[in-house]
């Protein structure tokens, strides 16, 4: 069985200043992981994944992730926010491979608000 | 640039009446999804496809059955919709390389 948790429903940041959204995965396997986001009245959109190698991986508009083994972890960061950074972030994990690779199990999701 | 269209965008249902969500992608992706978005959390898969005229069991497919008529289009069909069945409904498409699912704008769908 897959899971994910996104322990924090809503997080307000200043703009300019520094973002972690914090994202736990339980998988029996290494899995697949993805973060999307979803602005408002639109579909989700990919913002980075992370299949295997350097356990940081760049994404768009300056965000990036850090996979943990160890934590069971895939938390996304961004080192100065924008205004137009306010969405919901969403985790996403599959431990499927081949023809079953995009049955995702995502996260409840984080509502980011930027305060200009 | 992906390209995946959904009709209606928003619709008013009756309880025990018929729905269709249609699916429409231009990117000749063999795997086409439908997700479920309910307030508050995160999607939940119903039914997916890889091939025309076949179609798979997501997690949640209780209530709903899918239609793969072409590589094109895929939709959603709820024959008795029920007033749990309210909620964002969204369809994505894959390559078949690659992990990334690329959505439609969701579909609306309230029962009453």
């Known amino acids: 069985a897959q899971s994910v948790t996104q322990p924090d429903a809503r997080v307000t940041v200043s703009e300019g200043a520094s973002l972690q959204l914090r994202c736990k995965y339980s998988?029996?396997?290494?899995?697949?992981l993805f973060w999307y986001v979803q602005y408002p009245r639109q579909g989700l959109q990919l913002l980075l994944k992370?299949?295997?190698?350097?356990?940081v991986v760049q994404g768009v508009n300056g965000f990036e992730a850090e996979f943990s083994k160890s934590n069971s972890s895939f938390h996304l960061r961004k080192a100065s926010v924008h205004w137009s950074d306010s969405a919901v972030y969403f985790c996403?994990?599959?431990?499927?491979?081949?023809?079953?690779?995009?049955?995702?199990?995502f996260g409840a999701g984080t509502q980011l608000i930027v305060i200009p | 640039e992906a390209a995946v269209t959904q009709s209606p965008r928003s619709k008013v249902a009756v309880t025990g009446g018929k729905v269709t969500l249609s699916c429409h992608q231009t990117?000749?992706?063999?795997?086409m999804y439908w997700y479920r978005q309910d307030t508050g959390h995160g999607l939940r898969l119903i039914h997916y496809?890889?091939?025309?005229?076949?179609?798979e069991k997501g997690d949640i497919p209780d209530g709903y059955k899918a239609s793969r008529p072409s590589q094109e289009n895929f939709s959603l069909i709820l024959e008795l919709a029920s007033l749990s069945q309210t909620a964002v409904y969204f369809c994505?498409?894959?390559?078949?390389?690659?992990?990334?699912?690329?959505f439609g704008e969701g579909s609306k769908l309230t029962v009453l």
């Open positions: 992370y299949y295997s190698g350097d356990p």
């Open positions: 998988s029996s396997v290494t899995p697949y």
């Open positions: 994505a498409s894959r390559q078949g390389n690659t992990g990334q699912l690329y």
């Open positions: 496809s890889y091939v025309a005229d076949s179609t």
């Open positions: 990117n000749n992706h063999d795997y």
């Open positions: 996403a994990v599959s431990s499927y491979r081949g023809s079953a690779l995009g049955r995702l199990h």
